[in-house]
T-cell receptor, first 119, second 113 residues
Framework: AQKITQTQPGMFVQEKEAVTLDCTYDTSDQSYGLFWYKQPSSGEMIFLIYQGSYDEQNATEGRYSLNFQKARKSANLVISASQLGDSAMYFCAMRDPGPYGDSNYQLIWGAGTKLIIKP | DAGITQSPRHKVTETGTPVTLRCHQTENHRYMYWYRQDPGHGLRLIHYSYGVKDTDKGEVSDGYSVSRSKTEDFLLTLESATSSQTSVYFC????????????FGPGTRLLVL
């Protein structure tokens, strides 16, 4: 069964520094997708970035990049030049095809990392 | 931003009463989902829909039912609310594209007393 592990419950980072949020995953599937979402204190869940298992390049979206190390089964989120507005919970998630192999079945989630940016 | 709304946004109810949460999308996406978020658990799937009148159970479906009579609306019903169903409920949609990214509504905070 798929599993996502985020080992950092919380992190403090100085503004303008880069930050890496860890995510490791476990799956026996050859084809899979990994996602990062941001949840600010207001509560909404915001999609940040996606990495497919067959993508050879690490995904990037503005200040966000995903450090994808397939052999190590890790998909760390890197935020460059952190800003105060980056303070939030960050969740790593993976597609789970469920009992019938439907890739649109669900996402399974890590427990999240609470990131606080210090001015 | 994906056009997803949830109603109500906040609700307080009593144990044993029925509750219906509504998710409405304007994106014409095929897939819709209901998740619940509880401290220490991330999000967990309650039910999902892969088309009008096509729904299936997720891993925490006990005590919940859903209906989808139109593409744009996905209803979640707690037949008889219990305190263990106090949670934040998120609706999500996906268009089934290769990335199959799920986009989330703003959430509904439900308190069952």
């Amino acid at each position: 069964a798929q599993k996502i592990t985020q080992t950092q419950p919380g992190m403090f980072v100085q503004e303008k520094e880069a930050v890496t949020l860890d995510c490791t995953y476990d799956t026996s599937d050859q084809s899979y997708g990994l996602f990062w979402y941001k949840q600010p204190s207001s509560g909404e869940m915001i999609f940040l970035i996606y990495q497919g298992s067959y993508d050879e390049q690490n995904a990037t979206e503005g200040r966000y990049s995903l450090n994808f190390q397939k052999a190590r089964k890790s998909a760390n989120l890197v935020i460059s030049a952190s800003q105060l507005g980056d303070s939030a919970m960050y969740f790593c998630a993976m597609r789970d095809p469920g009992p019938y192999g439907d890739s649109n079945y669900q996402l399974i989630w890590g427990a999240g990392t609470k990131l606080i940016i210090k001015p | 931003d994906a056009g997803i709304t949830q109603s109500p946004r906040h609700k307080v109810t009593e144990t044993g009463t029925p509750v219906t949460l509504r998710c409405h999308q304007t994106e014409n996406h095929r897939y819709m989902y209901w998740y619940r978020q509880d401290p220490g658990h991330g999000l967990r799937l309650i039910h999902y829909s892969y088309g009008v009148k096509d729904t299936d159970k997720g891993e925490v479906s006990d005590g919940y039912s859903v209906s989808r009579s139109k593409t744009e609306d996905f209803l979640l019903t707690l037949e008889s609310a219990t305190s263990s169903q106090t949670s934040v409920y998120f609706c999500a949609i996906s268009d089934g594209s290769p990335e199959e990214t799920q986009y989330f509504g703003p959430g509904t905070r439900l308190l069952v007393l």
